[in-house]
């Protein structure tokens, strides 16, 4: 495997005068611009104009549907997601049939023929639904828009509630990645930051996938959590090989209590310091690489056979709002509270009130809450800050083609300012390329920053988390 794939030296390993030299707040880069400087204030006519327009283009790009179930039964101490909390599925209803009038909404803006090759359900907990709701809206969702057969179709799973109905329906409806919130497997971890959830409620979710010939898995796991050591890291990691997901997460935890009240809870349970993460994050990166996973991305292993280990190696790799993908130049059009959408050159956000989504769908108008157009300059950076975020590769010579710009004297300040990093080993600057050096991955958002022209807006505003 080592003569194929290349595994960067360990994070943990790192200088430890670089990593404290380069731990500053930064984005994760899931969009660029980021979500912070989305407007209030932005066109909406302009957006929806754009909308219309990419139809037209001589050939339009596939679509991307990503489909937010806010509902949980209980809330999570770590969770930064928009969530909402009910006990039983029919607190739902409402929002469903709110969820099928935006489909037909949204296909009088965007052309329903254009294939759809990519479509997640988020949350939330999405099998919070019961399994006929989740039909009934896989039905709806089939009747407007034309799924192609070969599309990717992607569930977060909460293993702790589902049921065999809900691996029926997802099977029948051609579901093919799931992705189970496993965060750790020990108890008193779990139990620290309200999530029980049982080693067997894991296994037997695993074993019933695969037993329908499901075999696209993904763990998502989390370090940093309270009570976690390297005892307890170690057990989790040797318990993920042992089951042997496809992918695997490994996020670090954020803390962003000033965003999300209810993590205050978890700093009286004493959060792990920084050195302590990154031992966490380098003994699960020797144990996951020692098992044959290849790093992807910022925070992802995968199987050496899995398609985003290829488009790695193939440095095809992207990243939207639904996480690593290997499907490029799609238009991502989100549909519930709190989704972003990203077609043609434009974000827009819906609403986070629940009322106001429920009277922009029986109204027929976009619950947009905020968006931005993005300028040439923008859309030239995002594809920039994907490349070198996603692939740690920026080829000088076909960006130069793609774009019609001088890359050295456009980037002229950019490269000065990637000077100190390629001092310090992160990134190798030529005539033909920009390459994030193996010890420089640790530090990949901090060499996307330097091509982020919002970012000096953003000094002394606490809306990311550390980048290393």
Known sequence: MSERFLIPPNPACVPEDLARRYAVRGPRYTSYPTAPHFQTEVDRDAVRMRWEDGNRAPKPPGLSLYLHIPFCKEHCWFCGCFTTIHKHPEAADPYLES???????????????????????????????????????????????????????????????????????????????????????????????????????????????????????????????????????????????????????????????WMKQHQKVLEKLGIPGPKEKLSFFGLAYDKLTGAGYVPVGMDHFARPEDELTQALQKRELHRNFMGYTTRRGLDQIAFGVSGISAVNRTYAQNTKDFERFHESARAGV?????????????????ELIIDLFCNFHLDIAVFERTWKLDFHRHFREELEALQDMETDGIVRVDERAIEVTPLGRAFVRNVCMAFDRYLESDLGARRYSQTV
């Open 99 to 257: 969820l099928k009038r935006e489909f037909d909404l949204m296909a009088r803006i965007v052309d329903p023929d254009r294939p759809v090759r990519q479509i997640a359900f988020g949350g939330g907990t999405p099998n919070f639904l019961s399994p006929e709701r989740f039909d009934g809206l896989m039905q709806a969702l089939r009747s407007v828009w034309s799924i192609a057969k070969d599309a990717e179709i992607s569930v977060e799973i909460d293993p702790r509630t589902v049921v065999d109905e809900h691996v029926d329906v997802w099977a029948a409806h051609g579901f093919n990645r799931f992705s189970l919130g496993v965060q750790d497997f020990d108890p008193g971890v779990l139990s620290g930051v309200h999530r029980a959830q049982s080693l067997e409620q894991t296994r037997r979710l695993v074993e019933r996938l695969r037993g329908v010939g499901k075999t696209a898995i993904n763990f998502d796991l989390i370090y940093g959590l309270p009570g976690q050591t390297l005892d307890a890291v170690r057990h989790t990691v040797e318990t993920t090989v042992e089951i042997a997901p496809s992918r695997i997460a490994y996020y670090s935890y954020a803390h962003v209590p």
């Open 366 to 382: 976009p619950s947009w809450e905020r968006g931005f157009l993005l300028s040439e300059e923008d859309a030239l950076r995002r």
